[in-house]
């Protein structure tokens, strides 16, 4: 069983910035991809990056592709979410995800992800 924790989130202005973390316990998350999705009020969840367990290959939605960046750190069992250029169109709650056995065709399904945390908000201001 693995547990992932966000925190990192808040209130920024537009244009703003805001890293959010993602630590993994119970498990090692090396060989897990990790990923970020987003909940906004009244819309679907939908995926914004993932990493594989490496680190060195990545996706994003498009509507982030430029602005956010994800990391991770193996060695702290933690994914990061760089989020840069923030619009109000971000606004919502962020959602770690992860999973071990992940095929490319499931990286931007939240159904194919095991593993989720309870979420952070995330609030830009116009």
């Known amino acids: 069983q693995v547990q992932l924790v966000e925190s990192g989130g808040g209130l920024v202005q537009a244009g703003g910035s805001l890293r959010l973390s993602c630590a993994a316990s119970g498990r090692p998350s090396s060989g897990y991809t990790m990923g970020w999705f987003r909940q906004a009020p009244g819309k679907e969840r939908e995926f914004v990056a993932a990493s594989r367990w490496s680190g060195s290959t990545t996706y994003y939605a498009d509507s982030v592709k430029g602005r956010f960046t994800i990391s991770r750190d193996n060695a702290k069992n933690t994914v990061y979410l760089q989020m840069n250029s923030l619009k109000p169109e971000d606004t919502a709650v962020y959602y770690c995800?992860?999973?071990?056995?992940?095929?490319?065709?499931?990286?931007?399904?939240?159904?194919?992800?095991?593993?989720w945390g309870q979420g952070t908000q995330v609030t830009v201001s116009s």
């Open positions: 995800a992860a999973d071990p056995y992940l095929l490319y065709s499931g990286i931007y399904h939240e159904g194919s992800y095991d593993y």
